[in-house]
Structures are given as C-alpha cells and as structure tokens.
C-alpha cells in the first residue's frame, strides 16, 4: 500500500474511494492530533503512547493484528477531550478539584462521539476504558482487572508513563527510572500487573530512551527558552522552516547541524501570527501509522 498521498491531499479524498476504511481513520486521527495541539505541553503524546503501547505489546506477544489495534487505539485514546474547555486543558497550575472532574469526563465523551461509527471496534475500548484501574478505583466505571480490556491495560500503563516523563509547565518531565519506579510500586492497583512488568524489563534498553521526549522517530521536541520542550517538529521540515512554541507564541528557525543531520532551533525574536499558530496535522507521521496498521483496519468485525 503506498502512503495516503498524504492523507488524500488533507481530505479532499478521491481516488475511487478504494481505500475508505484507510480515509476514515485518517480523518479521525487528524480530529485527535489537532485536540493534542490544544496543549502545548503534550506534543507527541498520541505518538509516544502509541509506540510504548506497541512495544508492550509485541514483547507479550500479540498477535500483529492486535498489535495494530492497540497502536491505534494508543493514537486515538484522548479523543474525546475535544469536550474538554481550553481553560482546564491548557491550565498551567494543578487542576483543582472541580476541574479534574472535568478532565475525567473525557472517556465518555470520546465513547459516544464513536457510537455507530464505522470503525468504532479498533479504538473504543482503548478510548473508554484507559483510565480504568486493576483495584478498581479507576474512571468512569471502576472497572476491575480481569473485567478492563487488555487494550486498555496496555495503554493505561503507557500514558501515565509518558505523563510522569513529560515536562509540564508546573514540573520537569521525571527520569525514566523514576517514573518506572513508581509504576512498580503500583503493580496491581493503579497499573497492570502482566503489562507493567513487560514496561519495566525495558528499564536499560534503548527502547524507551528513543520515545520519551520525542514527537517522532528520530525527532526529539524541541526546548523553547522561556517554556522548555514545547516545540513539534514535523517529519518532513526542512532546514530554514519556522517552527513556533505554542505556549508563548516564540518563532524559531530550524537549522541542521552539520555532520548529524538534526535540526536545532534558534530564536527569531519574532512571535508567530494567528496564521502560523494555526495546528497543522503531520500527515506524514499519521499516514506510516496508518499503513503499518493495515492488517487491522482490514480485520474489522
């Protein structure tokens, strides 16, 4: 299959119609990295959890087509907090009380946005269920283990892990070992038990190390001088694009460094425009994930 040129030229979708299933995903999964856009501060999250979620897996041993299910289901799993308002999402202190029972609001919204929707299978449980907890104590249902989905085990192990290791305007990002620190003195009551233990047999690899922090393979965020890693990178940028800090509206220039061939930013001392903070999708990053995940689309119930 080649990649969605990309993504049917952004959904002016042709092409016979051929690949449909393929085009609805797509559109979904844009809707999902433009609400990850809202907050400046978790740029690359669908991504890295999908990844995290991915490598769990195929260390379990699913099957490839399950495996493509949860990579999916990894992308989409914040969905619903379209219905989340941008004062409580974009807040830069500690959600008080009330506004946290806001945020957790967000599985049932994306639950019933995908009610009848033709691909609902692949992602509906990694959706509704991914704050779900094996003690219980979870959202929205206190849901015990053996009743959550394994989707949702996988996934609700791999956000909090990415959250701990993600910077956030009130707290630096943690040290891997920390963050997997905490996760095993929570095996069993906050995280997965079997997935857990799969996330920290990879402690010393470079598996992680090549995840946590980054937007993209091989493509690291970016540190903003006044917010600290708030700056996306796209897979296709070239040297000489702009790229903005959508928390302080900083512009900087992308620039190679020599004998790498990464890109370092550097302040313009110019503030983007409404125009240039506009989300753009990374078409690129959503259509490999898309091909990857062939098999499943394709094995929909």
Known sequence: MQILKPLRAYFNFNATQADNQENILASLMVMAWVVEARDPYTGGHLWRVSRFAQLIANKAGISEIETAKIAIGGFLHDLGKVGIPDAILSKKDKLTDEEYAVIKTHPEIG?????????????????????????GRGYPSGLRREKIPVVARIIGVCDAFDAMTSTRPYRQGMPIIKALSIIKENLGTQFDPEFGEILL?????????????????????????MCGPTIVVQSNAKNGDLAYCRACQSEYKLEVETGKGKFKVAPTGAKGSAEDLIAKPDLMLISRLINSSAKAIHHIK
Do not use: F, W, Y
Request: charged residues 20%; glycine residues 6%.
């Open 111 to 135: 639950k019933r946005m995908l009610a009848g929707h033709p691909l609902s299978s692949l992602a509906v449980d990694a959706i509704s269920m991914h704050h779900e907890t094996p003690d």
């Open 201 to 225: 047999q990879l402690e010393n690899s470079e598996e992680l190390s090549h995840i946590v922090g980054h937007s993209d393979e091989g493509i690291p965020l970016h540190e903003c001088l």
